[in-house]
């Protein structure tokens, strides 16, 4: 029997190659110094190939690539690789999402010291102009102080911890945790972002995505008291750079530390022309201890990826479709996006998860499970972190129900699914079908029948059945430059539901003049 073969494609930690090098049940070949054209000859032979980012895992790849059954990006980004593809071939993606989480933690804390005792700049001052001048430098004390963390997961609630060993007081807001997951650290749990704008400093641990993107800008910066302190080592774009540039330049934002940037790398940027800041390339994962754990558990996923035994952070789902039914995959997709909707309509932490369905499709209730999971839990974690092998201990972790319900068919369609996903305020129903063997629709909201292709931006608004309702709503959205391209109308009793499929992004603004109507009882804004 052939050994499997690990290919190394970039260059990783010693550390990681010394497990390669002593595993003898499988063949090494470290590649990372060879060019782009020729790795696509060494790929062919490959069973598992581990890349970083010099390694581009797309079409030409993978086409090279015939005998690859999984790919190991050793770090947490994995821009560079084609997950469609990665699926259709049947190659299991993989990353190492926390092996840096120590390393960004305690850059977090470098960043917030730094700004409140300016100490790079005290440092040129001596160093490089030779001047002693120690009433130049009248730094701030962490001690005390209000510090406000956006993101309560890994990083987060470890810069916390750390925060309260200088004696600070910590307040968190993340709608998708359980409040006592930080009120048992000690740690102040808010439902109001404002509480966070009203802190001495701020710093933000989130997954980027269309909610976190933007989260501090203008408005929020004005609500802050005055010299107030902004970190940033978790994703570009958390923060507005422009409203972070007119902050800082203002004199707004006393100081600010920030690692990550829109664009990369940023030697161009405006935010670098200020005295006011303290910056750094991107050095999240830059420590010895963190590139020792990327590459050992890089190497190590590998090894259990050759050997057939697991696919440890697994990012995608293989879908061999010689062995499933070719009606299934469509289900599995409209199932994740309506979880996904779901998560978008209620941000509060899920208390439990049901799939029920009805038909043939009723026999992979399983599958449908680990995808509404996905899709429930994707917004509030990031994609880095949740994925189809980790869904159902990620939801166990967090005390989540998963309940599957197989239905007599009496709903008049061939097959249907239903995600029902409960929080500790609501409960959210979607219930969906494919017409024509792969042409998605949600066909219910709520009870609210519906025709809805789920894809795009749209806005759920619930109302009490009213005249006047929709030409209020329309001239608001009017008024605004928001271009309406579709309407969807859903009524039961008294009570209506418009889903309004439209052309721009609504901001926080428009869904509060929405919610100011009368008839209104619930808004959200939703992108699939």
């Given at each position: 029997?052939?050994?499997?073969?690990?290919?190394?494609?970039?260059?990783?930690?010693?550390?990681?190659?010394?497990?390669?090098?002593?595993?003898?049940?499988?063949?090494?070949?470290?590649?990372?110094?060879?060019?782009?054209?020729?790795?696509?000859?060494?790929?062919?032979?490959?069973?598992?190939?581990?890349?970083?980012?010099?390694?581009?895992?797309?079409?030409?790849?993978?086409?090279?690539?015939?005998?690859?059954?999984?790919?190991?990006?050793?770090?947490?980004?994995?821009?560079?690789?084609?997950?469609?593809?990665?699926?259709?071939?049947?190659?299991?993606?993989?990353?190492?999402?926390?092996?840096?989480?120590?390393?960004?933690?305690?850059?977090?804390?470098?960043?917030?010291?730094?700004?409140?005792?300016?100490?790079?700049?005290?440092?040129?001052?001596?160093?490089?102009?030779?001047?002693?001048?120690?009433?130049?430098?009248?730094?701030?004390?962490?001690?005390?102080?209000?510090?406000?963390?956006?993101?309560?997961?890994?990083?987060?609630?470890?810069?916390?911890?750390?925060?309260?060993?200088?004696?600070?007081?910590?307040?968190?807001?993340?709608?998708?945790?359980?409040?006592?997951?930080?009120?048992?650290?000690?740690?102040?749990?808010?439902?109001?972002?404002?509480?966070?704008?009203?802190?001495?400093?701020?710093?933000?641990?989130?997954?980027?995505?269309?909610?976190?993107?933007?989260?501090?800008?203008?408005?929020?910066?004005?609500?802050?008291?005055?010299?107030?302190?902004?970190?940033?080592?978790?994703?570009?774009?958390?923060?507005n750079e422009d409203a972070l540039y007119d902050g800082l330049k203002s004199?707004?934002?006393?100081?600010?530390?920030?690692?990550?940037?829109?664009?990369?790398?940023?030697?161009?940027?405006?935010?670098?022309?200020?005295?006011?800041?303290?910056?750094?390339?991107?050095?999240?994962?830059?420590?010895?201890?963190?590139?020792?754990?990327?590459?050992?558990?890089?190497?190590?996923?590998?090894?259990?990826?050759?050997?057939?035994?697991?696919?440890?952070?697994?990012?995608?789902?293989?879908?061999?479709?010689?062995?499933?039914?070719?009606?299934?995959?469509?289900?599995?997709?409209?199932?994740?996006?309506?979880?996904?909707?779901?998560?978008?309509?209620?941000?509060?932490?899920?208390?439990?998860?049901?799939?029920?369905?009805?038909?043939?499709?009723?026999?992979?209730?399983?599958?449908?499970?680990?995808?509404?999971?996905?899709?429930?839990?994707?917004?509030?974690?990031?994609?880095?972190?949740?994925?189809?092998?980790?869904?159902?201990?990620?939801?166990?972790?967090?005390?989540?129900?998963?309940?599957?319900?197989?239905?007599?068919?009496?709903?008049?369609?061939?097959?249907?699914?239903?995600?029902?996903?409960?929080?500790?305020?609501?409960?959210?129903?979607?219930?969906?079908?494919?017409?024509?063997?792969?042409?998605?629709?949600?066909?219910?909201?709520?009870?609210?029948?519906?025709?809805?292709?789920?894809?795009?931006?749209?806005?759920?608004?619930?109302?009490?059945?009213?005249?006047?309702?929709?030409?209020?709503?329309?001239?608001?959205?009017?008024?605004?430059?928001?271009?309406?391209?579709?309407?969807?109308?859903?009524?039961?009793?008294?009570?209506?539901?418009?889903?309004?499929?439209?052309?721009?992004?609504?901001?926080?603004?428009?869904?509060?003049?929405?919610?100011?109507?009368?008839?209104?009882?619930?808004?959200?804004?939703?992108?699939?």
């Amino acid at each position: 029997m052939n050994k499997p073969t690990i290919v190394v494609c970039d260059h990783i930690h010693e550390s990681g190659l010394e497990i390669l090098k002593n595993s003898e049940d499988i063949n090494y070949v470290y590649a990372a110094n060879i060019d782009k054209t020729a790795l696509l000859d060494v790929i062919k032979d490959a069973t598992v190939a581990i890349t970083r980012s010099s390694t581009d895992v797309d079409a030409k790849f993978l086409a090279a690539a015939q005998n690859l059954k999984a790919v190991v990006r050793a770090g947490v980004g994995y821009d560079n690789v084609d997950m469609d593809g990665c699926s259709k071939q049947g190659i299991i993606a993989m990353n190492v999402p926390t092996a840096n989480t120590i390393a960004a933690t305690e850059l977090t804390m470098t960043h917030m010291l730094s700004c409140m005792r300016k100490m790079p700049y005290a440092h040129a001052q001596l160093k490089d102009q030779r001047i002693w001048k120690r009433e130049d430098w009248y730094g701030q004390e962490l001690y005390g102080k209000k510090l406000g963390v956006i993101g309560f997961g890994n990083i987060g609630h470890r810069v916390a911890l750390r925060a309260k060993s200088f004696e600070m007081d910590v307040i968190t807001y993340d709608p998708y945790i359980d409040s006592s997951k930080a009120t048992d650290l000690g740690v102040t749990y808010t439902t109001n972002f404002d509480d966070i704008l009203a802190c001495d400093i701020i710093t933000i641990h989130t997954p980027k995505n269309s909610e976190t993107i933007d989260m501090i800008d203008t408005n929020e910066i004005a609500k802050m008291k005055d010299g107030v302190i902004l970190i940033n080592c978790a994703r570009g774009g958390l923060y507005n750079e422009d409203a972070l540039y007119d902050g800082l330049k203002s004199g707004k934002i006393a100081m600010a530390g920030i690692d990550v940037f829109n664009k990369e790398p940023a030697i161009d940027n405006k935010l670098l022309d200020l005295p006011n800041i303290i910056v750094t390339a991107h050095l999240g994962a830059n420590t010895v201890e963190s590139q020792y754990k990327i590459a050992t558990q890089a190497a190590n996923n590998a090894l259990e990826a050759a050997r057939g035994i697991g696919y440890p952070h697994a990012l995608n789902l293989p879908i061999d479709e010689t062995k499933i039914p070719s009606f299934v995959k469509p289900y599995l997709e409209l199932t994740q996006k309506m979880a996904f909707v779901i998560s978008q309509m209620d941000k509060q932490a899920i208390k439990s998860i049901e799939i029920e369905a009805e038909g043939d499709i009723a026999n992979y209730c399983e599958s449908l499970s680990t995808f509404a999971i996905v899709g429930a839990l994707t917004r509030s974690l990031g994609d880095e972190n949740i994925n189809y092998v980790n869904a159902t201990f990620i939801a166990n972790e967090r005390d989540i129900k998963i309940k599957t319900k197989v239905s007599s068919n009496i709903s008049g369609y061939k097959n249907m699914v239903s995600v029902k996903v409960t929080t500790q305020n609501s409960v959210n129903r979607l219930s969906g079908t494919i017409f024509n063997e792969d042409v998605q629709r949600i066909i219910a909201i709520n009870d609210f029948a519906m025709d809805i292709e789920p894809k795009g931006q749209m806005i759920l608004f619930t109302n009490s059945d009213v005249p006047g309702v929709i030409g209020s709503v329309g001239k608001i959205l009017g008024d605004n430059g928001i271009n309406i391209s579709d309407f969807r109308l859903g009524r039961k009793k008294d009570e209506a539901l418009a889903v309004i499929i439209v052309d721009n992004n609504v901001s926080k603004d428009i869904i509060a003049k929405l919610e100011d109507l009368e008839a209104a009882k619930t808004v959200c804004f939703v992108k699939i």
